[in-house]
Structures are given as C-alpha cells and as structure tokens.
C-alpha cells in the first residue's frame, strides 16, 4: 500500500546525505562496544474498524548490542488516523533492554497509512522505521484507466474505450453524478444515479471521440460520497489525417523484483515543458509499478555532484509523488547538458559511503533513464560511460527520452529538440529504449520503462491506436517477422512461444487506421 500522498509544492533541493539510506550489519569483528537496534515487529496491521473505533498495538524497542542504546526521538508521519500512546521522549536502553511503544488507531479512511520514525545512536541503523496500516469501513472510489489514451485516431472516425468504476473501499458506495467535459467527446453511462456500488463491484462506462485534427482532451468527473467527493480522471485523443500508424515496443532482460530507476534530467530553461510532462505521468508511473509487485527505488540526478535530490524515493517515501515533483524541479550546474557523465557521477557516489550509498541493490535492475532536448556534451565517448555503468551495475540499460535521430524533432522553434545522439548510442547498446521527447503523450513511456524494469521476456504488446488488422506489419530488430497474430479484445501483438523476442530486441509495429468510418 502506498503513504497517503501530500500537497504539490515545487523547491529545489540541495544534495542532502542525510537522505541516504543505510542498512549496515553489526560487526562481529571485536570493535569497540556499540549498541544494536532491534524493532519489532516492523509493520502494524490494526484491525478493520469503524469510522471512529480505536485498536491499540505495540512494537518493541530492543537492545541486541553491547553498549547503551539511546533513543532521542520518536516521530510519526502519514494519516492523521495514528497517535502515539507511550511517551516518546528520550530514554536509554542497556544491553538486552527492551521497551514497548503503544500506537493507538482510530477508524478514519479506506487506507490510512502511516509510519513511526525512531532516531537513535546505532551506528549501523540509526534512523529505523515501523510502518502502520489501517483500513475502515467507508466506500472508496477508484476509476481506471487513469489517465487513457486513445492513441491516433483518424479525422472523422470515431473509437470507444471503457472507462470502469469500482468501489475499493468496505462500505456501500452511492455516486451521485457523472459528467463527460471536452468537445468530440461522449459518455454512455448505462446506470441510473444516484447508484450505489457494492464493496468490490464494479461499473463499467463507454467513451468515445469523435476525432477533428490535432490533440483532444476529456475530463469525466465523478460525485460519490466517498471522502474523495468529486474525483475527476482525464483522457486525450489525437486526430491524424495521415492513417499510417508506427509503434515501438523493448524488450526487457528480467523479470526482477527490485527495480532501481535514476532520472538525469537536463536543467536548461527550453527543458521546463518536459520537466512539467514527466512531473505529470509520475503517479501512474509509480502505480504500474507498483502493479508489477516491484519493490523499487528512484533517484533523480540534475547536479555535478551527482547526489540525488531529495535523496532515494521508495514506495515509503512521505509524499512520494511530491517528492519527485520537487527532485525534478532542481538546479543544473556545470555538467546540466552531460547526462552520461552525471549518470555516472550519482552511480559512484551509490557505493559506500557515498551520499547515493543503498541505491544500487544485489540483484536489481538498474535502468538509466535520460532525458535531454540536447546532443550529449559529456567529455569522454559514450561507451566509455557505459563501460562504467555496467561495471558498477551489471544490469543497467539507458533508456533515453531525447531528440530523434538523426535530424531532432518540434521544428525550428524554442523548444525544438536537437538529435539525441550519444545517448541513442548508449540505449542501443545496453538494450534500453528510445523515445522521442517531442511527443506529446508521455503515458506509453514510462509504461515501457517499468515494464522493462520489472518484466521477463514478453510475448505480447499492446498498442496505443486501434489498427485495421489487415494491414499490420510487425519487425524484430529490422527484420520482419510472421510469428505473431492479433489479439483484437486486447488490441495486442501476440508472438508465439517459440518466436518470442530476444532480451533487448527492439519490437516496430506498423498499420493503417481504419479509413472507413463505419468501422
């Protein structure tokens, strides 16, 4: 479950190496005497309640050391749901000492999520936490897909997605109303509102655009008497005159199930729109992710230095989706246009005692994602810094989300993109992706990143615009290929077993849109 998420708020960070985080075993080596911590249990599970009903559980503080423990805060963070009832003022704990510390939970919302930070002297674990979960039985909207994309439609012709609702919460959930906004647009809402769902019953809505040229944008907002109250999701479109359609698909190495993610991010002043773009996708992002059963780190690199902003984001991170805002919106130095040299920069400082230490973990997937509207500047070769990267990672890939190549992209105007070159390089050679930074819907992207983070090899890949079937052709690796059908519930290319690609085969998919509008 994830930590309830805080308000937006856009500030730069400094590289701060208190954010590391650390996990260091105790030695046995005969050093000089140090206190041990030990927590236990490390996750409070309160029973389900009422909305207002108390449970009280314990975790216990103990001293598996040599020397005094001394604990000099206990602090608690997440839902307003949780309070401490053991004073948590200073105290010591001898060798073998223990104690117990109360935390109350009162019935508050469908997930309320929490932690308790203990600050103590262990050398080797001196900030441990204890995370709190809690549910109660109120009603819970949750719409998806959130946002949708309905890819490339041809000018004229229509296509339907659905978009389902579902009550995830424990109690009966009434929805009021439910209103379609955006022109070319329309909502079939087959339920008679005021409706109520169920715990765990789902209803299902019909969306459909009607394509006129250019971007198309919806927003369908929702009333429930949740404590949500309005929830509103959004969905684009892309009208095309030109019904010749090109997709593009990676194939990942895993699985894995531990993804480390670093972002390098160019500073320059062209770069604020894309910035804004990969601030908005990060909340499906790191659901997909969470999806996929990853456990996952992130770090966003923008400094010479190479030190994380805000340091390594987990799915435990306090306001996670914030945090990552905040990362990205950080300061350039010296070497802002240098992705590759910044990358390797922030691997170095992952070693020990570096204030990237814990990043790198034994057995992740290490993916290097960049993304730049430059020509890579750093000083040495490319694949010099790959080099690098695979001798500290043996698992890393660059995906890069730059300007294509050979020509860039965006036209002649401020915020066009030059060639991405250097770092399409990297992305070939350590079997990453590459994706144009001149698009405008970024949502396929980072499906592609958590996917090849977390995923073995795939025998099926969905498509982003409904073709005509008849006209699909389907290449691995610059070759075409015919083991492979069309799944068309699903809108996928489905390979067969023994005709699977191979980790880092770059998968192209081209068709026409449907031209006769009846379809």
Aim: net charge negative; hydrophobic share 40%; aromatic share 8%.
């Amino acid at each position: 479950m994830r930590p309830a998420l805080g308000l937006l708020a856009v500030s730069f960070f400094g590289c701060n190496p208190e954010n590391k985080i650390q996990h260091v075993e105790p030695s046995d080596s005969g050093a000089d005497p140090a206190p041990n911590v030990v927590i236990t249990p490390g996750t409070l599970v309160f029973p389900i309640a009422d909305v207002g009903e108390a449970s009280t559980l314990s975790f216990n503080i103990a001293n598996d050391g040599d020397a005094d423990l001394n604990v000099s805060g206990i602090d608690l963070y997440g839902s307003v749901a949780y309070a401490l009832i053991t004073d948590s003022s200073n105290f010591a704990l001898a060798p073998g000492e223990g104690r117990d510390i109360e935390v109350v939970y009162t019935g508050f919302g469908a997930e309320d999520l929490g932690q308790v930070h203990i600050t103590d002297d262990d050398p080797g674990n001196p900030a441990p936490v204890v995370f709190l979960e809690g549910a109660a039985r109120v009603p819970l909207l949750k719409i998806t897909p959130n946002p949708l994309s309905f890819g490339k439609v041809l000018v004229g012709c229509h296509r339907d997605q659905p978009i389902v609702l579902e009550n995830v919460g424990l109690a009966t959930l009434t929805i009021d109303n439910i209103v379609q906004i955006g022109n070319g647009w329309s909502l079939d809402v087959p339920l008679d509102l005021p409706a109520t769902l169920d715990p765990g019953s789902t209803a299902e809505l019909t969306l459909t655009v009607t394509a006129d040229t250019g971007d198309m944008d919806s927003q369908v907002w929702v009333t429930a008497d949740d404590a949500v109250g309005t929830h509103v999701v959004s969905q684009t479109a892309t009208g095309v005159t030109d019904p010749s359609i090109k997709e593009e698909f990676w194939q990942g190495d895993g699985p894995y199930d531990k993804g480390d993610i670093l972002f390098y991010v160019d500073q320059s002043c062209s770069m604020r729109d894309d910035q804004a773009i990969l601030q908005a996708n990060f909340e499906s992002f790191a659901a997909t992710l969470d999806s996929l059963e990853l456990s996952w780190q992130i770090g966003v690199v923008t400094r010479d230095k190479g030190c994380f902003n805000g340091g390594i984001l987990t799915p435990d991170t306090p306001s996670v989706i914030t945090a990552f805002t905040e990362a990205v919106a950080g300061r350039g130095g010296d070497n802002t246009e240098a992705g590759l040299i910044l990358t390797d920069t922030a691997l170095k400082e992952s070693q020990p005692g570096g204030c990237n230490e814990g990043f790198i973990r034994e057995g992740s997937k290490v993916t290097l994602v960049q993304v730049s509207d430059e020509v890579e500047q750093s000083p040495n070769p490319w694949n010099s810094y790959v080099t690098s990267f695979q001798a500290m990672a043996p698992t890393a890939s660059v995906t890069a989300i730059v300007g294509d190549v050979p020509n860039g992209c965006g036209g002649g105007g401020r915020y066009a993109a030059q060639p991405g070159t250097g770092y399409y390089e990297a992305s070939v050679a350590t079997g990453g992706a590459f994706l144009s930074i001149c698009a405008t819907d970024w949502t396929s992207y980072f499906a592609t990143i958590a996917h090849m983070t977390a995923s073995g090899l795939l025998n099926s890949f969905p498509l982003s615009s409904e073709p005509n079937p008849a006209t699909l052709t389907v290449q691995v690796d610059g070759s075409t290929s015919q083991d492979w059908t069309y799944d068309e519930p699903a809108n996928s290319i489905v390979f067969s077993d023994d005709a699977i690609p191979e980790p880092g085969s770059h998968i192209v998919v081209y068709f026409d849109l449907f031209q006769d509008c009846s379809q």
